[in-house]
């Protein structure tokens, strides 16, 4: 009896030892909810919706978690996951070798590319390189503002700290164009109809990738593990179909 006692003791503590420490049962998500439709808050709900959110929160559920989202200013996410503020960041974001110094990306969850977006009585503006001597504005520290920085003879790049504010610029003509992720961009025309036109295809190939302290190997695999099983079972598609189904 004491023997089985004691056999039971430590299977207790080998299946305790093998619960990764974040079994605590709380993924705290972080984003930068300005992003529709990746991520932004809901008019009626005041709740942080979109693709990505309900990405985070099938992998959650795949992982026995309950996901927690905070939203929070876009240039700090990378920090608060570097500090241990949050366990993961989804925000839309592209992986880039130079992000992928600081922080682990899951496997691509998402391909896009940056456009154009000008208003529609603009007519001179079809290519990247029509934008010399032009005023474009971006969200700092994306890749709409990399893209920007590497076009010859612009006028300016004005940077807002979010999407909607540089969106915003463009219809009040204190811009002439803004560089920013292709759906992002195309769901801001559908919004403002007559308002802002999307030009010509995306210039640059991007993947967006879940973000995760370095270190944290074992969550990481977890996440692309559940995301490669919801890429398989149809769950994926059921969730792209339902933010971009109409596209
Ligand atoms: N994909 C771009 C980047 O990684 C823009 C992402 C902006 N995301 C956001 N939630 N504001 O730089």
Redesign the pocket.
Same mark, same amino acid.
Request: hydrophobic share 35%.
């Given at each position: 009896m004491k023997k089985v006692g004691i056999l039971l003791v430590l299977l207790a503590l080998v299946l305790a030892g093998s619960v990764p420490a974040l079994a605590a049962g709380k993924l705290r998500v972080a *984003? /930068? +909810? @300005? &992003?529709p439709p &990746? #991520?932004f808050v809901d008019e009626k709900g005041r709740e942080v919706v979109g693709f /990505?959110i309900d990405i985070i929160k099938e992998i959650g559920r795949r992982l026995g978690m309950t996901v927690e989202i905070i939203n929070t200013a876009?240039d700090g996410?990378l920090p608060g996951l570097k500090t241990g503020k949050f366990d993961v960041v989804i925000? !839309?974001? *592209?992986? @880039?070798d130079e992000?992928a110094q600081a922080v682990d990306f899951s496997d691509p969850y998402f391909a *896009?590319g $940056?456009v154009i977006l000008v208003r529609p009585d603009t007519t001179d503006i079809k290519e990247p390189a029509d934008l010399k001597g032009k005023v474009v504005a971006v $969200?700092i !520290? *994306? @890749? !709409?503002? &990399?893209a920007a920085q590497k076009i010859q003879g612009l006028k300016r790049i004005d940077t807002y700290d @979010?999407?909607p504010a540089a969106f915003l610029a463009l219809k009040m003509r204190k811009a002439d164009a803004v560089i +920013? /992720?292709e759906l992002?961009a195309k769901e801001e025309q559908r919004a403002n109809p007559g308002q802002v036109r999307v030009v010509g295809r995306p210039f640059t190939v #991007?993947y967006?990738g879940i973000a995760v302290n370095k270190g944290r190997t074992d969550l990481l695999r977890q996440i692309n593990r559940a995301l490669a099983l919801m890429k398989a079972d149809g769950t994926y598609d059921a969730i792209y179909e339902k933010w971009f189904g109409a596209e």
């Open positions: *984003t /930068d +909810a @300005t &992003f &990746f #991520e /990505d876009w996410l925000a !839309g974001m *592209t992986i @880039t992000r *896009t $940056q $969200q !520290g *994306t @890749t !709409g503002h &990399f @979010t999407y +920013a /992720d992002v #991007e967006y």
